[in-house]
C-alpha cells in the first residue's frame, strides 16, 4: 500500500526511522518479520505468522502518534516507519469518511493491512492474467480492531482503501521491500461485466493530496492554521463577485426607462449635428418601440458573446498570472465602462448605437475577468470535504449579488436611471480596491514542496507578483481541457441552461413591469424572489451532493421539475404573491443547478485525477465550462425579443425556456445513469456490510 514511499518516480516524500530510532516493541516486530521472510517467496504458513505478529503488535508503544481527531488538513499523510530488503512498513491516515487510497499495485509482493483507528474498506482486483490488463473484482472486506487483510501477488493485487470513518489510520506491512519495484496506479476503464471481469488502465497519478508525517513530532504538525483566513477568503471572494453581478444586474433593471427615453422625441440618432427631422419638421426618436425591444436584446447578446470569448482567455491568464491582478482589473474596468455605457449618453445627450454596442462589449471583456480567477483562488484554499457544501454557499454569490444590485436600482432609480449605472460603478471600483489590497490567492503556510515533485512551492518574498504562484507544472490548454472526461458534457448542458438562465437575469424586471404593468422599482425587488430560490438551490443541492457523493442526480432532478414550473408560470396571473412563490422555485431548479455546475463541478473537473496533480488547470476549466454557457446565452438574448415580438408572445418564450430546460438535462443523460448506478452499488454494498456478520477480530482475511 506505500505507494507514496516508494520508487523516486512517486511524488510523496516521506520520513523513514531505523531500527535505532524505534521503541523496542517496534524493534522486536522489525526483527521477527525479518526472520519470517528470508527468501522473496511466502508460503502460506508465514503468512499465518506474519499475521499472528501484526495481531499482537501495540501501536500505543510504537512511539507514533496520529493526528488528534479532526485535526488534519489533507485528505491523507503517510509515514514510513521501517524498510529494507524483505519488509516494508508504514502507517497511513484518512481526514475524513469516504478519503480514497487510489487503485494501485504491488509487483510480487505481499501486503497485510491492520487498522490502528476506525474502519476501512478494501476493494481489490486479481490479475487474470500477465498479457492483458482484464481483472476479477474480488468481494469488498471491511476492515477493523485487529482484522488483518492480505494481498498478493495472485490475488487482490491491485486495490484501493477507503476511510469508512473520520480520521482511519492503517498499518501497511509489505513483503518483500520495494528494492527495485515500482508500483503502477489504474483507474477502472471499462467493466465490471457479468462475470464481475473488469478492464484496467493505468493512470499516472501525483499525491498532492497526501504528506508525509513524522508522528514522533507531535499533533501540531496537521492542525488546521488556516480557518480564519479561510473564512475572510470566503468572505472577500464572495462579495468582490457578487459585486461582478450587481453591476451587471444595472441594465436589466432600467431597461423601461433606458426604452422610453429612447422611444421619445427628445432622443434622436446621432449624426454629428445634424438633426433627423421627420416630415413635420420635429425630431425623431433614437428608436421605434419594436426596434428599442430588439436593440436592447442585441446588447444583452452582444454583452454575452464577448463575455464569452473573454471567458476562455482570461481563464487561461488566471492559471498563468496572480488571479489577484486579474480579478482587481476586472472590477476596475468594468467600473469605467459601465458608467460610460449608461451614464455618459444621457449626461452628453449623445446617443450612438456604435457607441453603446462598443462600450456594453467592453463591459463584457472585463466582466468576464472574475469568474474564473475567483473559482481558482477558492481551490486553492478550499479541498474536496464538502465541496458540494461550501462552493453551493459561495456560488449563491451570484444571485446574492443580483439582490443587492436590484436594491441599488430601486433606490436610486426615483433619481433618474443615469444614477443607477454610476452608483453600482463606483461600488464595484471600491471593492476591487479592497479586494486588491487584501486579498491573498494561496495560503501562505501550506507546506513548502519541491518542484521536483510537481507541487505547489510557495514563494515567500514581498514581490509576489513577480513569481507564478504556482510554478511547477505546465498549464493546460484549451482542447486539453475541453477533452477531459465529463468537461464537455458539462458545458454543453450548462450552454442550455444559462440560456434559460440568463434571460431570467436580463428579462425577468421587463417582463413584469412589461406584461403586469408594474412600477419598474417594484418589478425589480419583485424579480428577487427568483435569487432567494437561486440561493436555496446553491446550498441545499450542494448539501445533498455531498451526501450522496454525486453531482449529476441532484442536477437533473431539479432540471426537470423547473419544466413543469415552467409550464405553470407561462400562464400565472398577476398576482404578486403567486408570483413570488413560483419565482422561488423556478429560482431554485434553475439558477440553483447553473451555480452548482459553475462553482461546485467547475472544481471537481478541474481536479480530477487525469489532470497528474496539474494545479494551473482550475481557472482554465473554469472559464471553459462559464465561457460555454455564456456563448449558449448569447444566443438566448437574441432569441427571445425575437420570440417575445412574435405573435406567441411570452408565451412562446417560456415553453422555448422548456425545450432548452430539457435539452439541458439530455446532455447529461449518460452521466446521470452512470452515477445512479453507482449509487446502486454503493447502496448495495453498504446493506450488505450491514446484514453480514462482523469479521473475526483474530482470524485473518484473504482479499
Not at 259 to 286: Q, Y
Request: net charge negative; hydrophobic share 40%.
Amino acid at each position: 500500500m506505500d505507494c507514496a514511499a516508494g520508487p523516486s518516480h512517486l511524488t510523496v516524500p516521506s520520513i523513514s526511522r531505523s531500527k535505532e530510532e524505534s521503541p523496542e516493541m517496534l524493534r522486536q516486530f522489525i526483527r521477527r518479520c525479518s526472520e519470517l521472510c528470508p527468501t522473496h517467496h511466502i508460503s502460506n504458513d508465514t503468512q499465518q505468522k506474519l499475521i499472528a505478529e501484526l495481531q499482537k503488535l501495540d501501536f500505543s508503544k510504537i512511539g507514533f502518534r496520529l493526528p488528534k481527531k479532526g485535526t488534519m488538513r489533507v485528505p491523507m499523510f503517510s509515514s514510513d516507519v521501517f524498510e529494507n530488503d524483505r519488509i516494508h512498513c508504514s502507517i497511513f491516515g484518512f481526514r475524513r469518511m469516504d478519503d480514497v487510497l487510489p487503485l494501485h499495485d504491488h509487483p510480487d509482493m505481499y501486503g497485510f493491512i491492520r487498522v490502528i483507528r476506525g474502519q476501512i474498506q478494501v476493494d481489490s482486483y486479481s490479475w487474470l492474467n500477465d498479457e492483458s490488463l482484464e481483472a476479477r473484482a474480488e468481494a469488498p472486506v471491511v476492515l477493523s480492531d485487529q482484522n488483518v487483510a492480505v494481498v498478493g501477488p495472485s490475488r487482490g493485487n491491485v486495490h484501493r482503501i477507503t476511510a469508512l470513518t473520520d480520521d482511519a489510520a492503517f498499518f501497511d506491512l509489505l513483503v518483500p521491500g520495494y528494492i527495485d519495484r515500482i508500483c503502477e496506479y489504474y483507474r477502472v476503464a471499462e467493466g465490471p461485466d457479468s462475470r464481475g471481469v473488469c478492464l484496467l488502465e493505468p493512470m499516472h497519478m501525483n499525491y498532492n493530496f497526501m504528506v508525509a508525517y513524522p508522528g514522533n513530532k507531535g499533533d501540531c504538525l496537521m492542525a488546521d492554521r488556516n480557518g480564519y483566513r479561510k473564512a475572510f477568503v470566503f468572505a472577500l471572494t464572495f462579495f468582490s463577485y457578487g459585486l461582478y453581478h450587481a453591476s451587471r444586474k444595472t441594465l436589466s433593471g432600467v431597461k423601461k426607462s433606458m426604452m422610453d427615453e429612447w422611444t421619445s422625441n427628445e432622443t434622436h440618432k446621432f449624426h454629428f449635428g445634424d438633426d433627423v427631422h421627420d416630415g413635420n419638421g420635429t425630431l425623431e426618436p433614437f428608436f421605434p418601440t419594436d426596434d428599442a425591444n430588439t436593440f436592447l436584446g442585441l446588447l444583452d447578446s452582444i454583452f454575452m458573446g464577448a463575455y464569452a470569448a473573454a471567458l476562455f482567455v482570461w481563464g487561461c491568464l488566471g492559471d498563468r498570472y496572480n488571479p489577484r491582478n486579474v480579478v482587481t482589473i476586472g472590477m476596475v474596468f468594468s467600473a469605467i465602462t459601465l458608467t460610460a455605457f449608461g451614464a455618459i449618453p444621457h449626461f452628453t445627450h449623445f446617443y450612438s448605437v456604435s457607441y453603446y454596442i462598443l462600450t456594453y462589449l467592453l463591459f463584457g471583456v472585463f466582466q468576464a475577468c472574475g469568474w474564473p480567477s475567483e473559482v481558482a483562488i477558492m481551490a486553492n484554499w478550499f479541498g474536496k470535504a464538502n465541496r458540494g457544501f461550501v462552493m453551493g454557499f459561495w456560488s449563491s454569490c451570484q444571485p446574492i449579488g443580483n439582490i443587492f444590485g436590484s436594491l441599488v436600482i430601486s433606490l436610486t432609480l426615483r433619481f433618474g436611471y443615469q444614477y443607477t449605472f454610476v452608483t453600482n460603478s463606483l461600488i464595484v471600483l471600491l471593492g476591487g480596491v479592497v479586494f486588491f489590497a487584501l486579498i491573498q490567492p494561496t495560503p501562505k503556510d501550506s507546506s513548502e514542496r519541491s518542484s521536483e515533485e510537481g507541487e505547489v512551492e510557495e514563494n515567500f518574498s514581498d514581490d509576489e507578483d513577480d513569481v507564478p504562484l504556482v510554478h511547477t507544472s505546465e498549464p493546460v490548454g484549451i482542447w486539453e481541457a475541453l477533452l477531459l472526461p465529463n468537461v464537455l458534457p458539462y458545458c454543453l448542458c450548462n450552454a442550455c441552461l444559462k440560456f434559460v438562465n440568463y434571460a431570467f437575469f436580463f428579462w425577468l424586471p421587463f417582463y413584469l413591469a412589461k406584461n403586469f404593468g408594474w412600477d419598474e422599482s417594484e418589478a425589480n425587488r419583485l424579480s428577487t424572489w427568483y435569487d432567494v430560490g437561486g440561493i436555496a438551490g446553491s446550498i441545499i443541492g450542494g448539501i445533498v451532493s455531498d451526501r450522496i457523493g454525486h453531482r449529476s442526480p441532484v442536477i437533473v432532478t431539479m432540471l426537470i421539475t423547473s419544466l413543469f414550473t415552467l409550464f405553470i408560470y407561462s400562464g400565472l396571473g398577476d398576482d404578486k404573491l403567486v408570483n413570488s412563490l413560483v419565482m422561488v422555485v423556478l429560482g431554485f431548479t434553475i439558477s440553483g443547478p447553473y451555480n452548482l455546475i459553475v462553482g461546485t463541478i467547475s472544481i471537481d473537473l478541474g481536479s480530477q485525477p487525469e489532470l497528474n496533480g496539474n494545479q494551473q488547470a482550475m481557472s482554465t476549466v473554469s472559464g471553459i465550462i462559464d465561457g460555454t454557457g455564456s456563448a449558449g446565452s448569447a444566443i438566448g438574448q437574441l432569441v427571445v425579443p425575437i420570440v417575445q415580438n412574435s405573435r406567441v408572445g411570452w408565451s412562446g418564450v417560456f415553453y422555448l425556456f422548456i425545450v432548452m430546460n430539457a435539452l439541458s438535462v439530455f446532455c447529461l443523460a449518460r452521466r446521470f445513469f452512470l452515477d445512479v448506478t453507482l449509487m446502486k452499488r454503493a447502496w448495495q454494498q453498504r446493506h450488505d456490510r450491514e446484514t453480514e456478520p462482523l469479521l473475526s477480530p483474530a482470524g485473518p482475511t484473504g482479499v
